[in-house]
């Protein structure tokens, strides 16, 4: 059941899950087989040729994206711009003889590994049969942390405001905005194109009319967002201001092209396949920067996925910034630590901060080397944000919440400096804010837009 928390302008719903259903957690079994990079004719021939694999290609797929769920019909779906195939495990000999080709130094088969589960990252946590158990002790703490707002603080002393001092959405801007100094930063992101991979987009909010919108989806499912959480975080990267009644702004990119590729369901669960397709999309339609609130969680000294470090380096090679949300399980005894895909080496780790410019307290921690780092953090406590229709506007708490704003802003400082890919990383971790939190808890800061 939804709770309602009212604003002086506006009524947002504070969205909670809106099922108890348990949603599937582990490997689905099917497999994920990352390959060296070659032609696309080449590495549809590896997997024939290794285990008799018949395989399709997302090539033809450009603009509409793709089933995932139904590999198109063939035994593998291959993801070309990562040299990744999603491969059906219903055969068991021939996941045999791909596993043989992985042990063959000659063979351009790299990796084997499961695919697994993935679910949005939001106030409940991870939205699986153990993440609500053990994120629902804490969520009132962390709603009730939302809620000690200490006033309005006027937008012209920014400047002098304290790092330890609270922070507060005013009728010109939500108090992430002020926070990151997106406010008064004269970058709009106009074209630069931002893809939010999540549970897809309210088409027909109000606060859209106009906007260029492409959209795919990967789950088999209308990219309609029945859930909410995809909606909140493209209104935060990329949205711009409420309309008809209302004046404070919430977006960060608000010029920039929209991405929508629906990779989680209306439940806010999918699979890493999804994900990866979802990439592949995004970087062949030239996305700038790829933002991923969602993850599944991992335990001390578990290393990060081959198939999802492939990735994110495709993406840095082809000029694409991958950004992903650290994960909401800080306080857990043993899932702690940043979540996959997040702690894979070449992509962005995302941390959450409060209003007091505070580590919140679920976010995960980087504690695992290669990767599980965390790299910068983001506004992710009481953040305000468009949503499903018909409720419009909600204000959520979670690491998904900080990533769309550096995913935004990442975007104004592409768009400022020109830079891409592993330039543009850069660029948000040097230029970062000093918050005086420890690197395990918010890496290099708290980001920070461009003048």
């Given amino acids: 059941m939804a709770k309602k928390t009212n604003t002086p302008d506006t009524a947002a719903e504070e969205l909670l899950p809106i099922s108890e259903t348990q949603l599937p957690v582990g490997p689905t079994g099917r497999f994920l087989v990352t390959m060296a990079p070659g032609s696309q004719r080449n590495l549809i021939k590896t997997l ?21 769920t139904s590999l198109s019909g063939a035994d593998a779906l291959l993801l070309e711009h990562l040299s990744i195939a999603v491969v059906n495990g219903e055969d068991a000999e021939k996941i045999q003889s791909l596993e043989v080709a992985e042990a063959d130094d000659t063979n351009p088969i790299v990796k084997v590994e499961p695919e697994e589960y993935v679910q949005a990252i939001n106030d409940e946590g991870f939205l699986t049969s153990s993440g609500q158990d053990y994120l629902r002790g804490y969520r009132d703490g962390v709603a009730a942390t939302a809620g000690r707002l200490l006033g309005i603080v006027p937008e012209e002393s920014i400047d002098e405001i304290p790092i330890a001092a609270a922070l507060a959405d005013t009728p010109q801007f939500t108090w992430g905005l002020q926070a990151t100094r997106v ?14 991979l999540d549970t897809g987009f309210a ?10 919108v492409i959209a795919a989806t990967f789950v088999g499912q209308p990219v309609q967002d029945g859930h909410g959480h995809g909606t909140h975080c493209i209104g935060t ?11 404070r702004r919430y977006g960060c990119a608000r010029q920039g092209v929209i991405l929508v590729g629906k990779v989680l369901s209306n439940a806010g669960s999918g699979a890493d396949g999804g994900i990866l397709a979802g990439i592949n999309w995004a970087i062949q339609n030239g996305a700038r920067v790829i933002s991923m609130s969602l993850g599944a969680p991992v335990t001390v000294g578990t290393p990060p996925s081959v198939a999802y470090e492939n990735a994110g380096r495709a993406a840095l090679n082809a000029g694409s910034l991958i950004i992903a949300a650290a994960g909401n399980s800080g306080n857990h005894p043993t899932l702690f630590p940043v979540a996959r895909p997040a702690n894979s080496p070449s992509i962005m780790a995302v941390a959450a901060v409060d209003q007091n410019q505070q580590r919140a307290s679920f976010s995960c ?20 944000s468009s949503t499903r229709m018909p409720a419009r506007y ?4 979670g690491t998904s919440m900080a990533t769309p704003h550096v995913a935004g802003i990442a975007a104004l400082w592409s768009q400022r400096t020109g830079a891409r890919g592993t330039a543009l990383w850069q660029r948000l971790i040097s230029t970062a804010r000093n918050i005086g939190q420890p690197l395990q808890h918010v890496g290099r800061g708290l980001v920070q837009s461009p003048p």
Avoid: C, Y
């Fill in 365 to 384: 921690r980087g504690v695992n080397p290669n990767g599980g780092e965390v790299n910068i953090a983001g506004p992710g406590v009481g953040v305000f």
């Fill in 48 to 68: 024939k040729n290794a285990a008799g694999i018949t395989a399709a290609s997302t090539a033809d797929s450009k603009e509409s994206g793709v089933d995932i």
């Fill in 203 to 212: 088409v027909g909010h109000p606060d859209f009319v106009g906007r260029q």
């Fill in 394 to 397: 909600a204000i959520l708490n």
């Fill in 183 to 196: 406010h008064v930063s004269a970058a709009t992101g106009v074209g630069l194109r931002v893809a939010v």
């Fill in 237 to 247: 990267a990329l949205g711009d201001r409420m309309r008809a009644g209302g004046v």
